[in-house]
């Protein structure tokens, strides 16, 4: 499994952007980049995929480097509800077909 | 819809008696993952159903757990003897196939606290 590097905690204001790096250099070339978050005592949640190009939800932007060794995940308007553990995960699918998360970035949010 | 639910929410036990958790997907989902999450840290994979078949066990930690799915829907995660270090919130997520794209959807988990 590729290895993953982030901040261990990151402070914004609410209503202002948020970007969460990641670093993934050994990702394979088959491994889809996944970020899902965990909100305090609830299981992890979705939040956006991608391969190669960036990608836009409702939810969220992903900034794929082009060299594909990070990845930034960027919440346009933060919200006190976005306070939660965010984990970047690289993933094929593929194997134990199980995510392995690190130990994602704490996200605060000040009011 | 509904989305995954877990069985109890909460779980007591002394040390050395057996639990049972149980986790219901989300309907007609082929896969379903059983993780475990210490305090403070990330869930960490512990096993791995295709319908009612177990693919994957790798992350298991002992002998002492073990997993079922015999219908391929609910599955049950079992842990025999239980020891204080098995204290930690057992998640499942089910998702609906296994393209290189598949999202998981997780319960809420089932918090074990063994005393």
């Not at chain 1, 409702?58 to 933060?78: G, Q």
């Amino acid at each position: 499994d590729a290895k993953t590097t982030q901040p261990n905690s990151m402070e914004s204001n609410e209503e202002e952007p948020v970007h969460l790096p990641c670093n993934h250099s050994t990702i394979s070339g088959t491994d889809y980049i996944h970020w899902y978050r965990q909100l305090p005592s609830q299981g992890p949640e979705y939040v956006i995929h991608g391969l190669t190009s960036n990608v836009n939800n409702r939810m969220a932007s992903l900034a794929i480097a082009e060299d594909r060794k990070s990845s930034t995940l960027i919440l346009h308007r933060a919200t006190l509800r976005d306070a939660a553990v965010y984990y970047c995960i690289p993933y094929s699918g593929g194997g134990a077909d199980g995510l392995t998360f690190g130990k994602g970035t704490h996200l605060i949010i000040q009011p | 819809g509904a989305g995954v639910s877990q069985s109890p929410r909460y779980k007591v036990a002394k040390r050395g008696q057996d639990v049972a958790l149980r986790c219901d997907p989300i309907s007609g989902h082929v896969s379903l993952f059983w993780y475990q999450q210490a305090l403070g840290q990330g869930p960490e994979f512990l096993t791995y159903f295709q319908n009612e078949a177990q693919l994957d066990k790798s992350g298991l930690p002992s002998d002492r757990f073990f997993a079922e799915r015999p219908e391929g829907s609910v599955s049950t995660l079992k842990i025999q003897r239980t020891q204080q270090e098995d204290s930690a919130v057992y998640l499942c997520a089910s998702s609906s196939d296994r393209g290189l794209k598949e999202t998981q959807y997780f319960g809420p988990g089932t918090r074990l606290l063994v005393l």
